[in-house]
């Protein structure tokens, strides 16, 4: 339906092609050319080209203020009714943007990686599914619209994570990723209960209206804002339900890009964005300190794994804590440009890895070798000089995601932690907030670097694999390309300045943050004014961290004047944990799964074994014994006694009376005078 208004119109189309390339592929995929796979590339590419043409008009008219929302009514019950719709404004649109590219990128990178996929129109239409559900949550103007869509992403990764459900593995990893989030979720929905209650709408600007005029306040307040905040707990992996993430990786790889870049864990930062205005002060300490721990905890995991995806799937868990620790500072402007940023970097990283790993099947595949981890970094080695495209982009990557100037990473890195000086600035008793964000910006760069060093560089570790190693097709390194160059810092300080460490460009420009409604809570000027005055000595610091963080790394895995090894036993019992992820898997089964599942046991005992044995049976058998003395009294007591009584009794009476009735005028008259003389009998009888 065309309405006339060009953002409408655009918004509709963006949201509903990728839903009709799903409904297409899931249900004729099969018997199209090429498995369909040109229906979904077609409508996401148009979905980009649409996304890019609102950019440019955001750029042209230059209006940070900019606003259009769609409101539809849904339920309308009189004094109950839910109205739907979809907003966009300026942060709309460059989500619109991210979702749409790496989206594209995912698809079309996907053509070379899924080749042969026994389930490939499948896959395809479950990518249009998630995009859909990303692009749901981005336009949503409502709680209920988002809650709708936010489900709708825990399903769709639920079936891209079990693609190959026929792994153990992969099928147990999209059950704990679905069932994870749920935990998450269902703080999330009180919290959306808890304000539809208190304001009476589930319309953003109705809520932030509502809690500007206090009809939500204080501890409840901070409550509903904490059970929203869960949700995004869930979504981005936040700790302690960060468990699910690195297990997703059973999926394909350009669907742990499109999960980690620009959809699921995306889509929590988002939230958090979105509805920052309602977080009370408390609310956002709580935030930030979650955020900051789960920024440094995640990276103190990735530095041992040796699976090049869980390297990248514990960075992208620090990654999301660090957007996090952002919103909690109130520096949530930040926060987004950090979620802009990190997904063409985290998505050139892990299309990198998909590279890598594509290349390690082919090798092992002609070698027969069916043993040999394709993942693990330590059968690779030397790379560089077989794979230049893909180490080359991956390095670039890598350079943005530690921070290193001239790259995106260090603008949008920068800003948190300058944001984050600011707070402790303000905050002495937080000081451990700027240790979290620091000590997480020196291990991320040891870490990635580790990575580059060990897949690309060094002598090969299995000479023979080597020599089966080749550089990815077209198809797969010029997303690596594209994004690889979306990572440097030009693309986010033009038009506005040249120079990255005095501004942020056109972004900062465009997406400026709108004070809280809350009281209490500083406003965006004064926070925006902290920055900048700490953005010298976070500069210095997060310079010195990073370079402490790649020094260490290039002396120990390129130049191997430090051993790795002795440093692993030198710090045995912290090697050990880091190794085995602090063992929460194990902690969480022991502490929780197991007593659960004993305790339904015990359930279904009382439940099978006493209730429906006893009672339920019991009651059955009590019916049963009732039902037969009944039956008993109703047919041989009143039906054989006194209803066919009655009925041989009125048998009886006809035939002797038919007797009587012989047919002849005599009888009749001889009965007639004998009545009379019996009359005459009773009368004489009674006048003695």
């Excluded at 039956?631 to 007591?637: A, I, L, N, R, T």
Aim: hydrophobic share 50%; with cysteine; proline share 3%.
């Amino acid at each position: 339906m065309i309405t006339g208004n060009f953002y409408t119109d655009a918004s509709l189309v963006i949201l509903f092609l990728p839903l009709l390339g799903f409904v297409i592929n899931i249900l004729f995929g099969k018997k199209l050319p090429r498995q369909g796979d040109w229906i979904s590339i077609s409508a996401i590419l148009t979905t980009l080209v649409l996304a890019l043409i609102l950019f440019a008009i955001m750029l042209k008219n230059w209006d940070y203020k900019f606003s259009h929302e769609v409101i539809m009514p849904w339920i309308d019950m009189g004094a109950f009714k839910i109205e739907l719709g979809f907003w966009v404004d300026n942060i709309t649109i460059v989500m619109l943007l991210v979702v749409a590219l790496i989206s594209s990128m995912t698809h079309i990178f996907s053509l070379e990686y899924m080749k042969g996929d026994i389930r490939y129109n499948r896959y395809y239409a479950y990518l249009g599914l998630f995009t859909f559900s990303m692009n749901g949550i981005v336009l949503a103007n409502n709680l209920m619209s988002l809650y709708i869509f936010w489900e709708l992403v825990g399903v769709s990764s639920y079936l891209l994570i079990g693609h190959w459900f026929e792994k153990n593995s992969a099928a147990d990893a999209s059950k704990k990723a679905f069932l994870t989030n749920r935990v998450g979720d269902i703080g999330f929905f009180i919290g959306i209960m808890l304000m539809f209650t208190a304001i009476g709408s589930f319309n953003f600007q109705d809520v932030f209206a509502g809690v500007s005029d206090g009809e939500i306040k204080g501890n409840l307040l901070t409550l509903a804002g904490l059970g929203l905040f869960m949700g995004a707990v869930g979504k981005s992996s936040q700790f302690p339900l960060h468990i699910w993430l690195p297990d997703a990786m059973e999926g394909p790889t350009p669907v742990s890009a499109l999960m980690h870049a620009a959809t699921m864990v995306a889509a929590g930062v988002y939230l958090t964005v979105r509805l920052f205005p309602i977080f009370t002060p408390d609310a956002l300490v709580t935030i930030a300190y979650v955020g900051g721990f789960t920024a440094i905890f995640a990276a103190t995991i990735a530095i041992t794994q040796n699976d090049i995806k869980k390297v990248l799937a514990y960075s992208t868990v620090s990654q999301l804590g660090y957007m996090i620790l952002a919103v909690g500072v109130g520096n949530y402007t930040a926060a987004f440009f950090h979620l802009l940023t990190h997904a063409m970097f985290k998505a050139c990283l892990f299309y990198g890895s998909g590279s890598v790993i594509h290349a390690m099947h082919h090798s092992l595949h002609n070698l027969h070798d069916h043993d040999t981890d394709p993942q693990d970094m330590r059968n690779m080695g030397g790379f560089h000089k077989k794979m230049p495209i893909t180490s080359t982009t991956m390095t670039l990557a890598t350079l943005a995601i530690a921070g290193v100037p001239l790259f995106s990473g260090f603008l949008s890195k920068d800003a948190i932690l300058a944001g984050t000086l600011y707070f402790v600035d303000q905050n002495p008793q937080h000081m451990i907030l700027a240790f979290f964000g620091f000590g997480a910006a020196a291990i991320t760069a040891f870490y990635m670097f580790r990575l580059i060093f060990l897949t690309f560089h060094g002598e090969p570790k299995m000479p023979k694999v080597f020599e089966g190693i080749h550089e990815s097709p077209s198809l797969m390194t010029a997303p690596l390309v594209i994004l690889a160059a979306l990572s440097t810092y030009i693309f986010y300080t033009l038009p506005i300045n040249l120079i990255p460490w005095k501004d942020y460009g056109w972004f900062t420009k465009l997406i400026k943050a709108k004070d809280s409604v809350v009281a209490g809570t500083p406003s965006a000027k004064e926070i925006y004014d902290g920055v900048h005055y700490m953005h010298d000595l976070a500069l210095v610091l997060s310079l010195t961290v990073a370079s402490i963080g790649i020094g260490l790394s290039f002396l120990m895995y390129y130049r191997s004047t430090i051993s790795s090894k002795s440093w692993a036993k030198r710090f045995g019992t912290f090697y050990r944990l880091s190794l085995n992820k602090y063992y929460f898997d194990e902690i969480y089964n022991r502490v929780f799964y197991q007593p659960f599942l004993k305790f339904c046991n015990i359930v279904a005992i009382i439940d099978w074994d006493l209730y429906d044995k006893y009672f339920i049976n019991g009651f059955g058998h009590v019916t049963k014994l009732l039902s037969k003395v009944t039956g008993q009294v109703d047919y041989d007591g009143l039906d054989q006694t006194l209803v066919d009584g009655v009925g041989r009794s009125a048998g009886g009476l006809g035939k002797g009376l038919k007797n009587i009735q012989t047919g002849r005028l005599q009888n009749y008259m001889l009965f007639a005078l004998i009545g009379v003389i019996i009359i005459l009998i009773v009368q004489y009888s009674v006048i003695l």
